[in-house]
């Protein structure tokens, strides 16, 4: 990538000329940076912004650790790679004392295998949290002048503005972003905590950046036995990736198969007597059980499994029918 500041405005006499959209000058769409291993589908693309949602203390912070650590390692982390090798991260941590984005930092590093004591150069961090709110923007935005990321990770974006609830502040903030992304031509990440009774994201900023975001990715807190987190991308002006999830073993996120609920759970027989009208090979019941469950494909694998183990449905030879259809 080019180490320059990227301006696509033209130089015109009138200035709303340099919003013009002309046929003859091919515009490439935004380049993919990370991508789910499994689905081959973009989670984070250049030029936009995305979002990571949830509760407090849900494990956001520990995704976008997961995050920086595959866009970071050319062989990628928790099922999602890079689109190719070399990419840079910024990391700007606005609300945790220096020594927790240190650990952040080298969370990362112990994932990716590299030494905890001498920094990655592809891979910066600032703490901004004793800055004003003015300083932090300065300081993000000289940092992004000076090392050219492709991925700026925004631990906190409440923390650049006064009142998250102020119509005028959450359209500026969110068109700063947006500038930002587009004059840098990278991709941005950041983090926002949503209400308590609604799971919106939080203020008039949550609902400015779910409007103008790529990806809004819901982080929460769940348990089949075991403590995980569920991912789910929830907006997408593409197609969205497979839920996903992840769990915390000794302070380090590792990608997580949640077990398939109970048949007491589980309606197993009415949803495999709907996909099974008639026999389908595997893939084609797959696609049923997605489009009848809203799941995502490794949970509608896994629910072919369990119905299988649980004797409701039968394979033969590749083709798949519901027990109560077998004529004997």
């Known amino acids: 990538m080019s180490e320059t500041v990227l301006d696509y405005r033209k130089t015109v006499t009138n200035a709303w000329e340099a919003a013009k959209i002309d046929l003859s000058q091919q515009i490439e769409p935004p380049e993919a940076i990370l991508t789910q291993i499994e689905t081959n589908i973009p989670l984070i693309y250049r030029r936009g912004i995305h979002i990571v949602s949830g509760r ?14 595959a866009i970071l390692n050319p062989c990628g982390f928790g099922g999602f790679e890079p689109s190719k090798i070399g990419l840079k991260v910024l990391f700007a941590d606005t609300e945790q004392d220096r020594s927790d984005t240190q650990a952040v930092m080298a969370r990362v590093h112990r994932l990716n295998e590299w ?27 000289q940092s992004l002048k000076d090392t050219m990321p492709d991925v700026l990770i925004l631990d906190g974006i409440v923390d650049l503005c006064l009142d998250f609830n102020s119509l ?15 004059r840098y031509n990278c991709a941005i990440v950041t983090a926002l905590h949503v209400n308590k009774g609604n799971d919106e994201l939080r203020g008039h900023l949550g609902a400015f950046l779910a409007q103008k975001g790529e990806v809004v990715v819901r982080v929460s807190k769940e348990n089949d036995g075991m ?10 002006r593409h197609r969205p990736i497979d839920d996903f999830a992840f769990r915390i073993v000794e ?18 027989e009415s949803i495999f007597e709907a996909a099974l009208k008639q ?50």
């Open 56 to 69: 407090q203390k849900t494990g956001k912070t520990y995704l976008n650790t997961m995050i920086m650590a």
């Open 227 to 236: 403590n995980y987190m569920s991912c789910k991308v929830i907006e997408s």
């Open 279 to 328: 026999p389908l090979r595997y893939g084609e019941l797959v696609g049923e059980i997605v489009k009848i469950t809203g799941k995502s494909i490794p949970t509608s694998k896994r629910y072919i499994d369990a119905a299988t183990n649980l004797g409701i449905i039968e394979n033969k030879n590749g083709i798949y029918e519901c027990k109560n259809n077998l004529p004997f």
């Open 115 to 141: 030494s905890t004591v001498t920094n990655y150069e592809r891979f910066v961090g600032l703490n901004l949290r004793e800055y004003s709110v003015e300083d932090r923007i300065k300081l993000i935005e």
């Open 251 to 268: 302070g380090m996120p590792e990608a997580y198969e949640p077990e398939i609920s109970t048949k007491a759970t589980v309606n197993y």
């Open 168 to 182: 005028e502040e959450s359209h500026k903030l969110t068109t700063m972003l947006m500038q930002w992304a587009s």
